[in-house]
């Protein structure tokens, strides 16, 4: 019982001792760091003279912040490497105090280095990570940035807002990319006529629009196919747009299946409506349907005829 107090009371009186040394590798790791940062800077501030184009600029904050980050870790090393036993001293006394404290930011570093490794995601591609949806727009030691879409703004458009959320979420959370390996999704767009309408009619119109729309989208899709073949397991039998036939309570539901690159949904779920509304506005024999109620009321029965006397 009374060996971890004496090993306590050891290590104490030996930081004690050398607690000059100490402070003397603290003050020369403070001005290793900060020379480094002033020199990054100024690196910085020179890009900006040469060009004014963001993706340049991007990249060259990310090259100095990755060799910031060596040059500083070599600099520790080199500072720390004789005072090593004194280090060593320091972190047996904090050792489990800093594990739980930092645990968070150790997560996000294995985070890190998956993603640098695994590449489950890379700048500009359109992810969802636990509840979380956006255009990755950075990433960082201990966190990524999202361009938020969804939320409460529809088929997935961006909301303007900016999430920062940390790496180690794609440890312990569902990564889904939509740009990655497949650069289509599939969508769907329900159109629902009455029954009484000319279904077939109906249901050709809506294959010619789709056809029109995004027919040319299966070519470039099939070729992407090929391409992501080599890294997963797909198969698509039809990546054509197909319009499929189900009954409902409110009457026939016709659905147009087709592919789309994820940033364009919007806009080619809009021109699709548009002209499906201009082509059903000229026929006649067609409606679309909705849900209603049909009341029938059955005939009053007639009164019994009147009882003859005797």
Do not use: C
């Not at 184009?53 to 870790?73: C, F, H, I």
């Amino acid at each position: 019982m009374t060996e971890l107090p004496d090993r306590i009371a050891r290590a104490l009186e030996a930081l004690h001792t050398d607690f000059p040394e100490l402070l003397l590798g603290m003050a020369l790791s403070l001005v290793a760091l900060v020379a480094i940062g002033l020199l990054r800077a100024l690196v910085l501030r020179q890009v900006h003279r040469w060009t004014e184009d963001v993706v340049v600029l991007y990249r060259w904050r990310k090259l100095t912040n990755y060799l910031a980050s060596v040059a500083g870790l070599l600099a520790l090393v080199l500072i720390w490497f004789e005072k090593l036993r004194l280090a060593l001293t320091v972190l047996g006394l904090l050792s489990a105090g800093v594990a739980l404290a930092l645990s968070g930011l150790i997560a996000a570093m294995a985070g890190w280095a998956f993603i640098l490794l695994r590449r489950p995601f890379e700048i500009g591609d359109r992810i969802q990570v636990g509840n979380y949806a956006g255009d990755v727009i950075d990433i960082r030691l201990f966190k990524f940035t999202l361009m938020e879409i969804g939320n409460w703004v529809d088929a997935d458009q961006s909301t303007g807002r900016v999430i920062h959320v940390p790496n180690g979420k794609v440890l312990t959370e569902v990564v889904v990319n939509y740009t990655r390996g497949f650069h289509y999704i599939w969508d769907e767009i329900p159109v629902l006529v009455t029954f009484e309408s000319d279904w077939e009619k109906a249901k050709r119109i809506l294959q010619e629009v789709a056809d029109h729309h995004v027919g040319e989208t299966a070519e470039s899709a099939r070729h992407e196919l090929r391409k992501a073949a080599r890294r997963f397991l797909l198969y698509y039998s039809t990546l054509t747009p197909t319009v499929y036939t189900k009954v409902v309570d409110s009457g026939v539901l016709l659905t147009i299946r087709h592919l789309v690159e994820p940033r364009k949904r919007r806009g080619a779920v809009q021109d699709i409506w548009e002209e499906i509304l201009r082509a059903f506005a000229a026929e006649p024999d067609i409606d679309f349907a909705y849900p209603t109620w049909r009341i029938y009321q059955l005939p009053e029965p007639s009164p019994p005829p009147p009882m003859r006397g005797d």
